[in-house]
């Protein structure tokens, strides 16, 4: 069983950064990751996304600003997050695909983490 843990998570104002951490354990199969997110009243939608070959995908809304990084040997997936806007603000959840090729969809995650909060105020 896969187990995600995600942290870094805060409170932060416009124009700050935030880095997120999810840590994979158990029996990982270093496939394809991802970060969604999920505001009040919204669906989860993904947010960027990497392959075991380390292509990338993000969303126009964080295009420039979000960076998303794996360190397979620590098991570890980032997303560094500058520029943070207000609309920004969301839990966030990592997950990790069994596919090794870049997943767009939450229906193609297999394991999913706990969420961690992101709030940007004005």
């Known amino acids: 069983q896969v187990q995600l843990v995600e942290s870094g998570g805060g409170l932060v104002q416009a124009g700050g950064s935030l880095r997120l951490s999810c840590a994979a354990s158990?029996?990982?199969?270093?496939?394809?990751m991802g970060w969604f997110r999920q505001a009040p009243g919204k669906e989860r939608d993904l947010v960027a996304a990497i392959s075991a070959r380390a292509a990338t995908y993000y969303a126009n809304s964080v295009k420039g600003r979000f960076t998303i990084s794996r360190d397979n040997a620590k098991n570890t997936v980032y997303l560094q997050m500058n520029s943070l806007k207000p609309e920004d603000t969301a839990v966030y959840y990592c997950?990790?695909?069994?596919?090794?090729?870049?997943?767009?969809?939450?229906?193609?995650?297999?394991?999913w983490g706990q969420g961690t909060q992101v709030t940007v105020s004005s």
């Open positions: 158990g029996r990982t199969f270093g496939g394809s």
């Open positions: 997950a990790l695909s069994l596919s090794y090729a870049l997943e767009y969809s939450n229906t193609r995650y297999d394991y």
